[in-house]
């Protein structure tokens, strides 16, 4: 199906430049078809190539042969004008892959001697010694109108017919029906402005149409920027066709005007074309730049998660999800520095190995994680209860007193008598022992004396509480 299309396009194409645009009986001083041959091999894979390139030798050949020089010269002058159009797609195919959109500068010289110089040159150079050759037509008048004609159709036409190539190919970039709006306008205004240029003969106001396209190429995208100068070919040439606007100054025939004209267009395009790279560049780098901040934002938040996950496991026991022995002792550390009267109790789950023993781990970590829940349950949530090792949990009691703090601890021991521990076949249930002591100004006394307490209350006989003396 792609060279049945290709072949129809370039067919039409052909006919309209053979039909409006050939002179005193020579080439087409306007050829358009080479471009959109070539924009048209550019988003098609290379492999499509050979059977898109013969179809349109084959579409050059029959409308050359009907409505050009002839059945004679038509073969030969078809294969160099697809040869062109191949050339065009692997130069400009070159260039984009090596230098859009981070240096313009080399993409647009390039695009200047590559595509629009060294390639039309080379086919007119041929085409024009096969005309000769062949149907007797001069070399040099052949020579220049083709290369003019060839070199401004790939000037003028390959950057619009690989966007809409591209957008046809690819659904992603199609253009939105507000965006088409916007194209439509600024299309319709160069058309409206080129046309009341080209009404009259002040040579100094084809200025205007440059300046809107240059001022078009850094407010718009680069779709509008590179339309505009067709809307100047288009609307130019049909004033300078009916024999209107600044053309008819120079003493020439039709065909020089128009190709003049076609020129004009051309070079508003060649001084649009930097700036419409330079745009993209730039746009090109707002978004790599913008993702790489989004990038790094993501990387930022994943790392403030990733400490504040590692902080809190530093300080968290992974069991019951309670303080641990570090922050336990931060915390005392800080309650000195606030100041204020606050007691500490060191908890021990009495004969927590025989739990172990008798029912397994499983079992025993149900209940230290019951224990964590009732305590929570029972104490303040300005107090601090930690799981210091194995079945030991301390207790920072702030601002309390000595006898409060022994009723809170009394309060808990009984919570946690109360609570049954399910096990295989019904529950269990578990006391504490206790020591209090008061915190006073160093964490670490308190807690030995809070210990010692401790043991005191598992050698009297377990579930009790002693306070350190």
């Not at 042969?65 to 038509?74: D, N, Q, R």
């Not at 009341?196 to 106001?205: D, E, K, Y």
Request: glycine share 8%; with cysteine; proline share 4%.
């Amino acid at each position: 199906m792609s060279p049945i299309v290709t072949a129809l396009l370039y067919f039409l194409a052909t006919v309209a430049s053979l039909q409006f645009f050939r002179f005193d009986n020579g080439v087409a001083q306007i050829w358009l078809p080479g471009a959109l041959l070539a924009a048209r091999l550019l988003v098609l894979p290379r492999s499509e190539w050979p059977s898109n390139a013969v179809a349109g030798v084959i579409a050059n050949a029959i409308a050359a042969g009907l409505f050009g020089l002839g059945w004679s010269v038509a073969l030969p002058l078809s294969c160099v004008n697809v040869a062109e159009a191949i050339a065009a797609a692997l130069v400009a195919r070159r260039l984009i892959d090596a230098h859009w959109p981070s240096h313009p500068l080399e993409l647009m010289s390039g695009c200047y001697l590559g595509i629009g110089l060294a390639v039309p040159v080379c086919s007119a150079f041929v085409g024009a010694i096969f005309v000769h050759a062949i149907v007797g037509v001069p070399f040099e008048s052949n020579f220049l109108h083709y290369l003019v004609g060839h070199s401004v159709g790939l000037i003028l036409l390959l950057p619009t017919g690989l966007a809409v190539a591209g957008a046809v190919a690819n659904p992603a970039l199609r253009p939105t029906r507000s965006r088409l709006l916007l194209y439509a306008l600024f299309f319709s205004a160069m058309m409206a402005l080129t046309f009341a240029v080209f009404g009259q003969r002040v040579p100094g106001f084809m200025l205007l149409p440059l300046v809107f396209a240059m001022l078009a190429g850094m407010w718009t995208d680069s779709m509008v920027a590179l339309a505009l100068p067709l809307a100047i070919a288009i609307a130019g040439g049909l004033q300078t066709w009916l024999g209107h606007g600044p053309i008819q100054l120079f003493r020439a025939d039709l065909g020089d005007q128009l190709q003049a004209q076609q020129l004009y267009s051309a070079f508003i395009l060649l001084c649009t074309l930097p700036v419409v790279a330079e745009q993209e560049r730039r746009r090109h780098e707002i978004g790599r730049l913008a993702n790489r901040e989004e990038h790094y934002r993501r990387l930022v938040v994943e790392a403030d998660d990733t400490i504040r996950h590692l902080t809190r496991a530093a300080f968290t026991d992974p069991l019951t999800g309670l303080a641990n022995r570090r922050a336990f002792f931060d915390q005392m550390r800080a309650s000195i520095s606030r100041g204020g009267a606050d007691c500490i109790a060191i908890l021990d789950i009495d004969h927590f190995k025989q739990v172990n023993d008798r029912y397994g781990h499983t079992v025993g970590d149900d209940a230290l994680c019951v224990f964590a829940r009732t305590a929570l349950q029972a104490v303040r949530a300005s107090d601090c209860i930690a799981r210091i090792g194995g079945e030991e949990f301390a207790l920072l009691l702030r601002d309390t007193s000595i006898d409060l703090a022994e009723k809170i601890c009394e309060r808990l021991g009984q919570r946690i008598a109360e609570t049954g521990i399910p096990v295989p076949g019904g529950e269990i249930r578990v006391t504490i022992s206790t020591g209090i002591a008061t915190l006073g100004d160093d964490p670490d006394a308190a807690f030995l004396a809070a210990d010692r307490a401790l043991y005191r209350a598992k050698n009297a006989g377990r579930s009790r509480l002693v306070v350190a003396a």
